[in-house]
């Protein structure tokens, strides 16, 4: 009797141990299961969200592209009006050739997608991906994609004369200074597309003041002719020579 109690005091600290031993294997194997478990739901969740980009992405930025159309007969009436209005406007700027070299990486600039030999000239907003000196051309990408281009961004390989910088934000100094009369280029507000358009307001104070433009085949509910729109200066540029709209 005596034996048998001091066998069994011998063996219970044994038997703890690999206790212990098979809980801490059964611990790991749960934590690797876990870990396995987390990171395909990362994986998941990745792919999902990417799909929801490409689908989202585009329906949310395509009412932004352009401004919205106008009926052909009030575009003529428009047009009439505004040219009636300007036949004792100032002369405009001459055409001041295009700085290149300000161009950099990453910059936003107005570019020309259409062809040459096309009816008219559509500019937008893209962003300079890279100039390639072998074709001397830029690549550019547009960041917000229209209704009928389902794969997201587009991206373009334009010559210089498709190209033109848009003023320093930080640096009003590279502006060009556009009196009242004048005939630019400028992005329309909400857009990301660049339209023709008149200057309208009193000579601007500092170069950092916005623009007051009146916008070709524009128009406004409860507002008689053209409105007047304000524009940042940064997003005016000089009018393309020959310009088709």
Same mark, same amino acid.
């Given at each position: 009797?005596?034996?048998?109690?001091?066998? $069994?005091?011998?063996?219970?600290?044994?038997?703890?141990?690999?206790?212990?031993?098979?809980?801490?294997?059964?611990?790991?194997?749960?934590?690797?299961?876990?870990?396995?478990?987390?990171?395909?739901?990362?994986?998941?969740?990745?792919?999902?969200?990417?799909?929801?980009?490409?689908?989202?992405?585009?329906?949310?930025?395509?009412?932004?592209?352009?401004? !919205?159309? @106008? !009926?052909?007969?009030?575009?003529?009436?428009?047009?009439?009006?505004?040219?009636? $209005?300007?036949?004792?406007?100032?002369?405009?700027?001459?055409?001041?050739? +295009?700085?290149? $070299?300000?161009?950099? @990486?990453?910059?936003? @600039?107005?570019?020309? %997608?259409?062809?040459?030999?096309?009816?008219?000239?559509?500019?937008?907003?893209?962003? +300079?991906?890279?100039?390639?000196?072998?074709?001397?051309?830029?690549?550019?990408?547009?960041?917000?994609? &229209?209704?009928?281009?389902?794969? &997201?961004?587009?991206? =373009?390989?334009?010559?210089?004369?498709?190209?033109?910088?848009?003023?320093?934000?930080?640096?009003?100094?590279?502006?060009?200074?556009?009196?009242?009369?004048?005939? %630019?280029?400028?992005?329309?507000?909400?857009?990301?597309?660049?339209?023709?358009?008149? %200057?309208?307001? !009193?000579?601007?104070?500092?170069?950092?003041?916005?623009?007051?433009?009146?916008?070709?085949?524009?128009?406004?509910?409860?507002?008689?002719?053209?409105?007047?729109?304000? @524009?940042?200066? =940064?997003? +005016? %540029?000089?009018?393309?020579?020959?310009?088709?709209?």
């Amino acid at each position: 009797m005596e034996c048998w109690v001091y066998c $069994s005091h011998r063996s219970a600290p044994e038997t703890a141990e690999r206790y212990a031993e098979k809980l801490w294997i059964k611990l790991k194997g749960c934590y690797l299961e876990a870990k396995s478990l987390a990171e395909k739901e990362e994986s998941i969740s990745s792919q999902c969200i990417t799909q929801l980009d490409t689908l989202i992405t585009p329906a949310q930025t395509a009412p932004h592209r352009r401004k !919205p159309d @106008v !009926p052909e007969q009030k575009r003529k009436r428009m047009k009439a009006d505004a040219e009636s $209005s300007r036949l004792n406007s100032p002369a405009v700027l001459p055409r001041m050739p +295009v700085d290149y $070299s300000s161009i950099s @990486v990453e910059d936003q @600039v107005a570019a020309r %997608v259409t062809s040459m030999d096309a009816d008219k000239d559509e500019w937008i907003v893209v962003k +300079v991906i890279r100039f390639d000196r072998d074709t001397n051309k830029y690549e550019v990408i547009d960041e917000e994609p &229209g209704d009928d281009e389902e794969n &997201g961004q587009r991206k =373009y390989k334009l010559p210089p004369p498709c190209i033109i910088p848009f003023p320093k934000r930080t640096d009003p100094s590279t502006a060009l200074d556009f009196g009242t009369g004048s005939q %630019v280029l400028a992005v329309y507000p909400g857009t990301t597309a660049l339209y023709k358009a008149t %200057v309208v307001g !009193p000579h601007r104070k500092k170069k950092s003041d916005d623009y007051i433009l009146e916008f070709d085949d524009d128009e406004e509910d409860g507002v008689a002719g053209l409105p007047k729109r304000p @524009v940042p200066f =940064y997003h +005016v %540029v000089q009018l393309p020579e020959g310009h088709r709209q």
